[in-house]
């Protein structure tokens, strides 16, 4: 674990990889240490962000190594289930880039797990790792102007759901009705770094998100 000061008022803290990086951060906010304001995770750092007023960064950068990681970030929780309608724009195209056909190309897709690296991009843009590594296609040379909310996607190594409508150039696989982003929900992302999440293939996508927990 490599700590930097980033500024007057935050640690960088380099982890190393993603499950160390999204610990650490459970065990930060856990720790609920004064004068800290904000835990900003990465794919395999955690910004620390504090008020100088009440914090000082080299009391906290000792104490950031001492602090105990719990086993595993996402704790008992059941993976967050995402409905998709698979009638994306570009399935056909990531059939094409990958010699597999197109029920091969939503199979994989939907019998991957699926962990939220972090967020970004846009409110509730979870970056998810997991993609079967025959996914992994490019970015569109032409992003659109407008990608729909709820849009399904992948690019390189990561899978999303458009929280929403916005530009984008990932590859539209399918959509979901499930709300990712919504400001009356506390926190109003649906998704969370750590959080586990499952594609479950459907003819019509539900409202509303549902364990996996005694889904049949």
């Known amino acids: 674990m490599r700590i930097r000061r980033a500024g007057d008022a935050a640690l960088l803290v380099e982890t190393g990889d993603l499950e160390t990086a999204h610990r650490l951060h459970a065990a930060v906010r856990e720790a609920a240490v004064a004068g800290v304001v904000d835990v900003v995770p990465g794919e395999r750092t955690v910004l620390v962000v504090i008020d100088p007023a009440r914090c000082d960064l080299g009391r906290l950068a000792a104490r950031l190594p001492a602090l105990a990681l719990p086993e595993s970030a996402a704790g008992g929780a059941a993976p967050v289930e ?7 724009a570009d399935v056909d195209e990531v059939a094409a880039l990958t010699g597999l056909s197109r029920d091969e190309v939503i199979r994989r897709h939907a019998s991957a797990a699926y962990t939220v690296a972090y967020l970004g991009f846009s409110p509730g843009f979870g970056y998810l790792t997991g993609l079967d590594p025959a996914l992994h ?5 032409s992003p659109r102007t407008s990608v729909p909310a709820g849009s399904v996607a992948i ?5 999303a759901v458009y929280p929403s409508a916005s530009p984008g150039g990932w590859r539209l696989l399918g959509r979901t009705d ?10 109003p992302s649906l998704l969370q770094p750590g959080t586990r999440v499952r594609f479950v293939r459907s003819a019509r996508s539900p409202e509303g998100a549902r364990s996996s927990e005694g889904a049949g």
Do not use: F, M, Q, S
């Open 82 to 88: 995402i409905p998709v309608l698979y009638d994306g």
């Open 155 to 159: 690019a390189g190594p990561y899978a």
């Open 178 to 187: 499930l709300r990712l982003w919504d400001v009356t929900r506390e926190p």
């Open 137 to 141: 296609v490019p970015r569109r040379e």
